[in-house]
């Protein structure tokens, strides 16, 4: 299943991200204006 998370760079929508990826989602799309979050640490610090 394909997924799109608006938000996917903040503490929650990277959090649904993980989930999803965890849980078998074939591709999670991300869309985020990243104004208010330093995404580079919330959405980075996990990847394989």
Avoid: K, W, Y
């Avoid at 903040?10 to 990243?34: K, P």
Wanted: hydrophobic share 50%.
């Amino acid at each position: 299943m394909r997924f799109l998370v608006t938000g996917g760079a903040g503490f929650i929508g990277s959090a649904v991200c993980r989930q999803l990826l965890m849980n078998g989602a074939e591709r999670v799309v991300v869309v985020d204006n990243l104004t208010l979050t330093p995404a580079i640490f919330t959405v980075g610090h996990n990847q394989q």
